[in-house]
């Protein structure tokens, strides 16, 4: 496939690019189940390997800041070596991590392979997000990172509800061997049918740019740190809510899986289609339209956070959920095709990279910080704190956009020509 002077990415055929998320959907799917199914196992950990709280808050928080810390390395690989390799030795590699996980034996085994989750699983987001922003322009980058996005949800809900399956069934150990088959078959498959970048990405202007020149941005500096902010409140939820669901209102652990689960991701699914396509339309408007939506979708979460820990009923702890769900959705539909706005092509594995590094810092201290001063606080206290953080962090973010984007659209399309066309 040709592609016009200088290296610009053409349009590819749409039923190519739309393969190329669809099976990434499916991977994606699979590392948020394997990433996602041990806190629905809470319980039987405590009793079978003798967990502590503070024990329980470090398998979400090893994993996420081992996660986190590999970002910015894996970001950089993303942009220096094939993406579809490196989406491929992630997957083989995340499930093998995850057979490991079921032989484990004492606690700090169980740990070391969340930490080798965490490393093995940092592989695949620059590589995935960079290969489909490649394939897709600014007509459809937002539809189709937020059709990508939609699998961490599903990921999310039925890792949940499959946690809490196998512990109550086949056993927790059986269960993480069924996930890394499922993980190892599915490589098998990637391999054959998941195409490379197109062509024109392939030319002489795919070499990377320095790497630092995404700090140039300020709103790329603004967005990282409302992402901080955000991940906090978010993994907050992801880690904690099934056990509080167990423990206020006395469900069984596949039913506190799935119902920590099925309303929060379920409105975040609704809230991520619908936050790609608004965003793409308002990004046609005003080309700072992906950043407004992200804000305002942050903002907007946050007293919904709150709410669903202070609910006093199952109810309105689910309408709560459901609610935080659909508009933080926004948020998660826009942060990095926002970012792709805002800085070179040759650096979006880095640019993604850096995101996740912070996201996840955040979320991993946040689950373990809730772990360490539950009993004492509440978590109903805490996340007050996270989601006051969140909504201010979004103000300044929406502020700074209106302040800076321009300046910062100007200058990249001074580097890079055509950038984001």
Not at 36 to 44: A, G, K, L, Y
Not at 275 to 283: E, I, Q, T, V, Y
Not at 345 to 368: C, D, K, P, Q, W
Request: hydrophobic share 55%; net charge positive; proline share 5%.
């Amino acid at each position: 496939m040709g592609g016009p002077p200088g290296g610009r990415r053409i349009e590819p055929p749409p039923p190519r690019a739309w393969r190329v998320v669809g099976l990434l959907w499916f991977t994606f799917l699979i590392n948020y189940v394997d990433r996602q199914v041990v806190f629905s196992i809470f319980p039987p950990l405590r009793n079978q390997l003798r967990f502590t709280e503070v024990q329980l808050g470090l398998i979400g928080s090893i994993f996420t800041w081992v996660y986190s810390v590999s970002m910015p390395l894996a970001g950089r690989l993303a942009d220096l070596l094939p993406r579809r390799r490196m989406v491929l030795a992630s997957l083989i590699l995340w499930s093998l991590a995850t057979l490991g996980t079921g032989f484990s034996n004492s606690v700090r085994v169980f740990l070391l392979w969340r930490a080798a989750m965490g490393v093995t699983e940092a592989l695949y987001i620059p590589a995935a997000l960079g290969l489909i922003a490649a394939w897709h322009g600014a007509s459809t980058r937002s539809k189709a990172l937020a059709i990508h996005a939609t699998a961490q949800l599903a990921g999310i809900a039925l890792g949940g509800w499959y946690g809490g399956w196998s512990a109550e069934t086949i056993g927790w150990r059986a269960g993480f061997f069924v996930l890394a088959g499922v993980g190892l078959t599915y490589a098998a498959v990637l391999s054959r049918l998941l195409p490379g970048p197109p062509a024109a990405v392939e030319m002489p202007s795919r070499r990377p740019a320095a790497a630092w020149d995404i700090f140039r941005s300020r709103c790329y500096a603004a967005l990282a740190c409302v992402f901080f902010a955000f991940c906090a409140e978010l993994w907050m939820l992801y880690a904690w809510l099934p056990d509080f669901v167990h423990g206020k209102f006395g469900l069984s652990l596949a039913q506190s899986g799935f119902t920590a689960t099925f309303y929060l991701q379920g409105g975040s699914a609704l809230g991520v289609l619908a936050g790609g396509a608004l965003a793409d339309s308002a990004a046609r408007l005003r080309r700072a339209g992906r950043f407004y939506t992200a804000g305002a979708g942050v903002l907007l979460s946050a007293p919904l956070a709150y709410a669903t820990f202070a609910s006093g009923s199952l109810a309105a702890m689910k309408l709560a959920a459901a609610g935080f769900g659909l508009v933080a959705g926004l948020m998660i539909a826009n942060v990095f095709a926002a970012a792709y706005d805002v800085i070179a092509e040759r650096n979006y594995g880095f640019g993604a990279g850096v995101l996740n590094f912070v996201g996840g810092l955040s979320g991993g201290t946040s689950i373990f910080l809730t772990g360490l001063f539950k009993e004492r606080l509440g978590v109903q206290a805490l996340m007050g704190w996270a989601a006051t953080a969140a909504a201010g962090s979004a103000v300044l973010m929406l502020v700074a956009t209106s302040a800076w984007f321009d300046r910062d659209r100007r200058a990249l399309l001074e580097r890079q020509p055509g950038a984001g066309d």
